[in-house]
C-alpha cells in the first residue's frame, strides 16, 4: 500500500517555528517532485513548495519566499517543509503530494500530483 504520511503539525505562535515531515512507504519517491501544499477553512487547496527528485531545485509560493524551506532525504523516502516566522495566516492543513512523472513548469499544479498524504494541522496564533 502506497502511503505520504505527514507529522510535526501544531499550534504554534506568530513568529514561531514548525517542520513537517511527511514519510513515503510502499514504494520510493527518490524519483518523484514532492510539493507542500494546503488549504485553509473555505479555501481552495493552494501550492506551498516543491522541489525535484534530487532536491538542487526548490520552487515556492510568493506568500512564504524567504520564510519556509522545503528540502527531502531520498534514503529515509522523506521530505520536510521548515516553516519559520509564521503568520496567523499560514493557518491551514498542509499536504504533501509525489508527482510520479513531473513536467517541467507544471509544480504548482495539485492535478499533476499522483500521491497525497492525509494532511496535518498547523495552527498559528496571533
Known amino acids: 500500500q502506497v502511503q505520504l504520511v505527514e507529522s510535526g503539525g501544531g499550534l504554534v505562535q506568530a513568529g514561531g517555528s514548525l517542520r513537517l515531515s511527511c514519510a513515503g512507504s510502499?514504494?520510493?519517491?527518490?524519483?518523484?517532485?514532492m510539493g507542500w501544499f494546503r488549504q485553509a477553512p473555505g479555501k481552495a487547496r493552494e501550492f506551498v513548495a516543491a522541489?525535484?527528485?534530487?532536491?538542487?531545485?526548490?520552487y515556492y509560493a510568493n506568500s512564504v519566499k524567504g520564510r519556509f524551506t522545503i528540502a527531502r532525504d531520498n534514503a529515509k523516502n522523506t521530505v520536510y517543509l521548515q516553516m519559520n516566522s509564521l503568520k496567523p495566516e499560514d493557518t491551514a492543513v498542509y499536504y504533501c503530494a509525489a508527482d510520479s512523472h513531473p513536467l517541467a513548469g507544471r509544480y504548482a499544479l495539485a492535478s499533476e500530483y499522483d500521491y497525497w498524504g492525509q494532511g496535518t494541522q498547523v495552527t498559528v496564533s496571533s
Open positions: 510502499g514504494r520510493t519517491f527518490s524519483t518523484d517532485r
Open positions: 522541489t525535484n527528485w534530487s532536491g538542487t531545485s526548490t
